[in-house]
């Protein structure tokens, strides 16, 4: 019986956790629904809601389905009671309608007085005793029973109530997805109607985030090659110390090997001994093998990936009150043909001049200009995270930073409404979804 406990404590987890989302998107929303101007992240925004709005209303469903197993399980509890109580009942009758028979076999003297003995008079004293305990007992669980059914039939009473309140939200939900959906309907007919307009916001996108990934590409690779660089200095220098540390035994056991006498033994002819020349020489020009990533050799880096990789889906958002209004990857709009690849998500604030934090340890690797913001790229072993469209910055390259730390301030977004920045996650060259890095 514990398990059905346990669903519904986590089905009203996921309820209260749906109903937290959509309160966020829904302010989030109330920010861009007034606006005249029909954008992409009102649509993208309106999207996320109605996913959320549609999960919110399985999540009630499951939870009808829950008070109706309830109620199922109820009756059928109510029914092997009853079925116990009237057994009992019947059990009962029985013992009061056989004692009425004989109730002149029963005076409690006479039974008694009639023993053949002492002992056993003490054994019948103890049979009436035992005897009357038991007709306590059966009345006893009689009650019991009645009132476990009693209890049993007001709880169906409250999960009956519970389940009406929960068909009503849904029917509320429902009626607000239906909203929401006609809402959506209009912002896509806006937008559509001014595809032109949006090809050029796509386009300069497309131009920005190729200026962008450009930018931070050149950035990993000078720190891929430096580490290469000093990966193979300290190398070459490992294999010197090895040579001269070889260079210097050879010479100390050259020096205490005896001389040979050439003069004392004619015939006797001494010869340097070589085992295997070849070997010897193969084994020096043997290539080093080339590591999976000279982003990962030394310790620091180590260190730094592995918890980097063990904080995945517990690092803290860039800014707070964030809100992603495009996502990782491609974005279509609907009902037309565009289409624009995201290198990392767009996250709108309630304002520009929002703080914008580091979300992990790191190093400061660049701080620079695309002309219309600035953006913030930091090392954290062989991962990366670009921070842009700020509009301005209070760390400098070189800076070692921590988790949390304020790196720059948010810039405007593309319609002047609010704040906005671009956050992208890098693994050496390749990006990947940060959305699954960042804690919900």
Do not use: C
């Amino acid at each position: 019986m514990a398990q059905p406990v346990q669903d519904k404590s986590q089905l009203e987890k996921e309820r209260q956790e749906l109903q937290r989302e959509l309160k966020e998107i829904q302010n989030a929303y109330n920010k861009v629904k007034g606006q005249k101007k029909q954008t992409l992240g009102q649509l993208t925004v309106l999207n996320k809601k109605i996913n959320l709005q549609e999960q919110y209303i399985n999540a009630i469903s499951k939870e009808i389905k829950s008070i109706d197993d309830d109620v199922y399980l109820s009756n059928l509890e109510i029914y092997r009671l009853q079925k116990q109580l009237d057994t009992l009942k019947a059990q009962y009758a029985r013992t009061v309608v056989y004692a009425y028979k004989n109730r002149s076999n029963y005076d409690y003297l006479n039974f008694i007085f009639s023993a053949n003995s002492f002992n056993d008079a003490v054994k019948r004293v103890t049979y009436l005793k035992s005897y009357r305990a038991y007709r306590e007992k059966q009345v006893a669980t009689i009650l019991e029973t009645q009132e476990l059914i009693a209890q049993r039939k007001q709880q169906q009473l409250g999960r009956k109530e519970q389940k009406n309140a929960a068909l009503g939200n849904q029917t509320k939900q429902v009626q607000e997805l239906a909203e929401q959906k006609k809402e959506k309907d209009a912002v896509v007919s806006q937008l559509k109607s001014k595809e032109k307009e949006l090809q050029g916001q796509i386009a300069t996108k497309k131009k920005r985030d190729r200026d962008l990934q450009n930018a931070i590409t050149a950035i990993v690779r000078r720190e891929i090659e430096a580490a290469r660089a000093k990966a193979k200095a300290e190398a070459d220098a490992k294999a010197k110390a090895d040579a001269d540390a070889k260079a210097k035994a050879d010479a100390l056991a050259k020096k205490n090997t005896p001389a040979t006498n050439p003069v004392s033994n004619p015939a006797v002819t001494t010869k340097p001994i070589v085992t295997n020349p070849t070997a010897t020489v193969a084994k020096r020009n043997e290539p080093t093998k080339k590591p999976d990533s000279y982003l990962d050799l030394n310790a620091k880096d180590v260190a730094l990936n592995t918890s980097f990789q063990t904080n995945k889906a517990r690092l803290p958002w860039p800014v707070d009150n964030g809100i992603v209004t495009m996502r990782f990857g491609n974005n279509q709009i609907e009902n037309t043909k565009l289409t624009f690849d995201n290198p990392g998500i767009t996250i709108s604030t309630p304002s520009a001049g929002v703080p914008v934090k580091a979300v992990f340890d790191g190093e400061v690797v660049g701080v620079y200009n695309l002309g219309d913001g600035m953006a913030v790229t930091i090392r954290h072993g062989k991962y990366f995270t670009t921070y842009s469209n700020l509009s301005g910055v209070s760390i400098a390259k070189g800076t070692a930073v921590k988790t949390g730390q304020q790196i720059g301030r948010a810039g405007k977004d593309d319609d002047g409404n609010g704040g906005q920045i671009d956050f992208i996650l890098m693994i050496e060259t390749k990006n990947i979804d940060p959305s699954p890095w960042l804690r919900r």
